[in-house]
């Protein structure tokens, strides 16, 4: 294998034409967000020996690998993938159509390579060729449900939601971004369903009062609550949280989407909530 160069950002116009000797550029977090554009013209002037190697992160890896081996092939190219360490990132690798991989997975799980390279095959007949690089994007929702109990004291004392009392919620987490050319995916549901484990296992069963910012419990606060919990976990490179929609009853529920929890006037009604109950403002 060729050694590999310096990370595209030291190699200026002026040093590509000299790179014809053979080796593998870099590309790593950040650099896909020209679509390739920078990487396309260096290998074009580095000459026809010169090749992508695909570092960076997990994240970075899985959300970009079909855009660099996509080049790769369109160019004549050698595309390289460090550190593949998972059977499933086998996988990816051979749908993401990369020439080569390096990491422990290759002595691990040699067994998959050849029912992953025949996934691959047939991706590549019937997808490559027409998609050209063009991703589908899609919204998919998973529903979960919980109980709790909890009470609304800034009510009037003669408001039934005043009382304690207790719903059995019902939570669609949505989530939006471009198909996965690796397994024509968005995100697995199973990613979901642990992101949302653990803030389930701070709501189910609980009295919502007794939890830091949800003194006021309404299916409003709840709402974005559970947003807040969930918009780091669920956030990747090719995906993000939409929305979150909590439903107290069949009849009722609440939405907040990534714009309504991204809006200066929303953090700014949170930060005046919780200095009201610094101040003691709040019951």
Not at 57 to 62: N, P, Q, R
Not at 107 to 112: E, G, I, Q, V
């Amino acid at each position: 294998m060729a050694s590999a160069l310096p990370s595209i950002s030291m190699v200026s116009n002026r040093d590509t034409t000299s790179i014809t000797a053979g080796g593998l550029i870099p590309v790593q977090n950040g650099m896909e967000e020209d679509g390739g554009a920078v990487m396309r013209r260096v290998l074009e002037r580095a000459g026809a020996r010169v090749g992508i190697f695909v570092g960076g992160d997990t994240a970075f890896k899985l959300g970009t690998m079909p855009l660099w081996g996509g080049m790769a092939r369109e160019m004549g190219r050698w595309c390289h993938v460090g550190r593949v360490n998972t059977q499933k990132r086998i996988k990816d690798c051979y749908m993401a159509g990369v020439t080569s991989f390096d990491g422990t997975s290759a002595s691990m799980f040699a067994d998959s390579l050849p029912r992953a390279r025949t996934w691959a095959l047939a991706a590549h007949a019937v997808f490559w060729p027409h998609a050209k690089g063009h991703l589908m994007f899609v919204t998919l929702c998973k529903r979960f449900t919980f109980d709790a109990a909890h009470r609304l004291p800034m009510l009037p004392t003669d408001h039934k939601c005043h009382r304690l009392h207790g719903h059995t919620y019902t939570v669609e987490v949505i989530v939006s971004g471009d198909v996965r050319m690796s397994d024509l995916m968005l995100i697995d549901y199973a990613d979901i369903a642990a992101a949302w484990q653990r803030v389930h296992d701070k709501l189910d069963h609980r009295y919502l009062n007794d939890i830091p910012a949800l003194e006021q419990p309404t299916t409003e606060l709840l709402a974005y609550w559970i947003f807040d919990e969930l918009h780091e976990p669920l956030h990747g490179e090719d995906h993000c949280l939409e929305r979150i929609r909590v439903h107290e009853s069949d009849s009722t529920w609440c939405e907040i989407t990534r714009e309504d929890y991204r809006s200066p006037h929303t953090k700014k009604f949170v930060e005046a909530m919780r200095s009201a109950k610094q101040a003691g403002a709040c019951p």
